[in-house]
């Protein structure tokens, strides 16, 4: 793939939160900035910019990426689900068990859990820890976001 | 009470700085020093840049003196004709395209002629690397009690050591940032801060401006650990430095590289020890020598040394103690505030110290702390006596039986024996954290609250003391509500904004809910003094009375107000070093539970115990994410986080390369309260937040130590380096 000169426009339409959006962006514009800058979706946050720490996660065709390592152009007429599509009410768990102390990781923890919530059947293959390893938490220890999950999912499973 | 801004948080509602809208912002970026020391040669703006589209700052456009408002004024706000380190600001430069800033930063190249830097802290400098005094020490200070060399020669069996620790980088998972902008000839400064009247004190400095004409105010502050207490003040100085020169609202945002590259660090630090004891292991005598390498600026390394060496000693008693502490300049980053403030670097060093002994002495490493823990009436390295009613020994023993610690390291001990590869162990540490400002500290801050009551009968918390993950908002509604039995839905806490709220100090040093906490009681008693004509007379509920007494007083405003007072029975003299060095300390026992693979020499922690007494716990959920967060934290300095450094700047600056703990790396951690309430506490509570950074590295090392028969005492204790300590 070549890489166009970053003062090259390119138009790009995609779904968003169930929407479709048109937006011109440079070809080397990073979905994260699109998404915070020129649609004014600032729930999704930088952490560190190389995919490391998950901040930035959203789902793009329902599967958790970074959003800092996806150039805008890649969305082109694909999914993007960010965190301004959840509502708090989704949440309930995550409020009673103390899961966000600063809240700067919470976006990105947020909807790694929700992916993990939709999709149970992970949890056979995978431990629930492992999932989660790609959202840096630096305040909770984990133990409460692990803990609001596992509430979360035994709710999901009585209903 | 649930932490009452978490929907916002979890949906990512919250405003954090750079979340404001940033249609009309000008982006800035920083110009700085490739050489940790030189003089300032020449500054060669490139070509491919139209420079007079960018707002450009040097020195020369700062209209006060051009130094940082800290506990000193050695650090420039930009370099002008030396450098001190690698990353010293320089020139900021600032534009509406974030690419051309980029860019431009790019194009400027600093010419630096070297000088000889001193990069070694644990090394005396030579006379051409002098640059702070006579001998490059920022602080020396000293604490003694009784007759140590008499001591040491006497005693029956003396144990020595030397211990090191490294620097830790906070990772706050939201970088730094300030706008900065000038409204009516205000500047207003927005941003992510922990404390904001040290900003607006050394944009008053440093800008020639007063109090009204400098305006700072608290942005949601994505984690904070000591990170954002005295580095704002520089990025806030910068981003208005060129929101004044091109009279455009500012943005500066550090990306993660560029904020683990300049901001601060924890400092690293070496310390010694002899310590005498009898043949029981009871304590006779300790000598402790704590030197922290402090960078290139003093920042607040006198307090950090300060608050190192007044925890050096542990939470033991012994008659005959002597700690020695010197911060030292060398050409790095500078080091800053973290999480424990020099505690956890120095309670290291003691907790392996006391194992050591118990090993050498053949005894139990738990017994050798029964014997030796401070029991009420005792006194501490200051001289400061106990009397709180916390039992220490019972903290210890719920531990011990909450991990099952004699059971699980015998269970260890079969295991070892059978297994070729994995070699498991258990270790423990005992310690302690003064909460608040040390000694004095609390009534030059003079901390003031104040609770005003409105006229729609709201009650509206007024104070500089920051949410930054810590629950504060959380803890001062609930303090609130029970103080005056009002319904949390009718208490707001407002921003910290210094044009609205008083100054009760920075938020810091654990002291929030403890002695903020309290003083809002005392302001929440202020108000209802105010009232109590009012709320007496028909019964009516606390709303209606607060309507009425504006209804009664239309143009007066309903405050209730307190101000911090020394307790009178607490003693401190700053000269000699002794007396209460903190009105009150939270206690605590931590046992790790390790397993080491042989093969790769990594290492897990594989079990968590963590019992302390806290005075009061004011809310159960906040306090455990409290001491599981800093558990984590520790964790991560114990084993992972290392610095690697070259010329004083840190080269793995990155998350790739500097690695924290992630979801799998953490052990259950069981967490239980004691409480023994001290009067000077909100409820009784005493502050938590620095306590759990002391325990886990010992305890981790400590469990180390048995499993393996190493004897390890630095850390990060890495793989490698454990591999080295085992084959060599």
Redesign the interface.
Known sequence: MTIAP?NNMVDVSFTLNGKLVDVSVSATDRLLDTL??DL?L?????????G??G?CTVLLDGLPVNACLIFTFQVRNREVQ???S???HE?EE??????????????GV?MTALWIRNHPSLLQTH?L??L???????????????KSLEASLSIQERN | MLRVEARSKLTGREVFIDDLPAEDIWWAGTVRSSLPRGRIRDIHFGSGIDWSSLIVVDHRDIPGPNEVQMIERDMPVLAADVVRHVHEPIVLLAHPSRRIVRQAVQAISVTIDPDEPMLDFRHPPTPQQIQYGSDNVFKKLKIEKGTVDEALAAAPIVVEGEYETGAQEHVYIEPQGMQAQVENDVLVVKGSMQCPYYIQHALMHALNRNEKQVRVIQTATGGGFGGKEDYPSIIALHAALLAIKGNRPVRLIYDRQEDMAATTKRHPALIRHRTGVDHHGRLLVQDIDVLLDGGAYVTLSPVVLSRSIIHAAGPYHCENVRIQGRVVLTNSVPFGAFRGFGAPQSQFANERQIDRIAHELNIDPVQIRKINLIKDGQTTATNQVINDGADRIQVLDRAIDLAEYHDRKKAHEVFNVQHPTLRRGIGVASFFHGAGFTGSGEVQLASQIHIHGRPDGILEVRSSNVEMGQGALTVFTQIVAERMAYDQDYIVIVAADTSVVPNSGPTVASRTSMIVGKLLEQACDDLSRQLNGESNTDGTALKDAIIRWHHIRPDQELIGKAQYNMPPDIHWNDLTYEGDAYSAFAWSTHIAEVEIDLRTFVIRVINFTAVQEIGKVLNETLARGQIQGGITQAIGWALLEQCHWNNGSMQNNNLSDYVIPTCPDVPPIAVEFLESPTPHGAQGAKGIGELPMNGPAPAILNAIAQATGADPRSIPLTPEQLMETLLT
């Not at chain 1, 600032?42 to 190389?50: S, V």
């Not at chain 1, 989660?132 to 976001?145: F, K, P, V």
């Open positions: 970053e915070r800058y004014r600032a729930g999704t946050k930088e952490g560190c910019g190389e490391e720490c901040a960010t965190i301004e959840i509502d708090a949440l995550f409020h009673s068990e103390g899961a966000t102390q600063c809240g700067a990781c919470s976006p947020v431990q820890s492992r989660m390893a790609g959202n840096l938490c630096r305040c909770t220890g984990y133990d409460a976001i692990v």
